[in-house]
């Protein structure tokens, strides 16, 4: 298996511009997380699936961010409009269920500038 | 509540010594206990877990210790190493499919 794929693996975008990332979870697995890392604030959950339905999205800064899962083999994470301070590097990971490893893709460092 | 603390935040070990990181978590209802390490400019990998029905799990150089009635669990790396240079994340669930992570710990192995 290929491990989780993340798509872009950076992106330069100005602000108030639309960014979409987008993420392919490991075949199998029932659970698909969005992390975003900063220096500041650390590993922070955005949101999570699980059969392809979301279950928690608390972590989402605001209205500006949005997730889907259409289905197993595919998610995204939107933020529109962009602003200078959502530039992060944005993590997918995946798992077969609670209490299993969590994979993590290779991330998309996002610059808003 | 889901709070978890990581300590310390940063920690320099000569290479050869162990080094201890330790996490406290306040959810009784936790099950799962892993430690995750990420080098510089990578994702996050598993290292080593463990259950709540076992105290003590060892994977050669390192090896994860669980209070429950206290509420923490601590990794322990032995004879370390350059490439053990990283930032550690303890990460407990809390029932559910959710990892807390916590504020991640930056050990640096000193040559």
């Known amino acids: 298996d290929a491990g989780v794929i993340q798509s872009p693996r950076h992106e330069v975008t100005e602000m108030g511009q639309e960014v979409t990332l987008r993420c392919k979870p490991i075949s199998g697995h029932n659970s698909l997380f969005w992390y975003r890392q900063t220096m500041m604030r650390g590993l922070e959950l955005l949101i999570y699936f699980n059969n392809n339905v979301p279950i928690d999205d608390s972590g989402m800064p605001e209205d500006r961010f949005s997730a889907k899962m259409p289905n197993a083999s595919f998610s995204t994470l939107k933020i529109q409009p962009s602003e200078p301070r959502d530039s992060a590097v944005y993590f997918c990971?995946?798992?077969?269920?609670?209490?299993?490893?969590?994979?993590f893709g290779p991330g998309t460092r996002l610059t808003v500038t | 509540g889901e709070n978890v603390e990581q300590h310390p935040s940063t920690l320099s070990v000569q290479e050869g010594d162990s080094a201890v990181i330790k996490c406290t978590y306040s959810?009784?209802?936790?099950?799962?206990f892993p430690w995750y390490k990420q080098e510089l400019g990578k994702r996050p990998q598993l290292i080593i877990d463990i259950r709540s029905n076992v105290g003590e799990k060892k994977d050669q150089r390192i090896a994860v210790t669980l209070n429950k009635t206290a509420k923490h669990f601590s990794l322990h790396i032995t004879e370390t190493q350059p490439e053990d240079s990283a930032v550690y994340f303890c990460?407990?669930?809390?029932?559910?499919?959710?990892?807390?992570f916590g504020t991640g710990t930056r050990l640096t192995i000193i040559p």
């Open positions: 959810d009784s209802a936790s099950n799962y």
């Open positions: 990971a995946s798992t077969l269920g609670g209490g299993y490893e969590q994979y």
């Open positions: 990460a407990p669930n809390f029932g559910n499919e959710k990892l807390t």
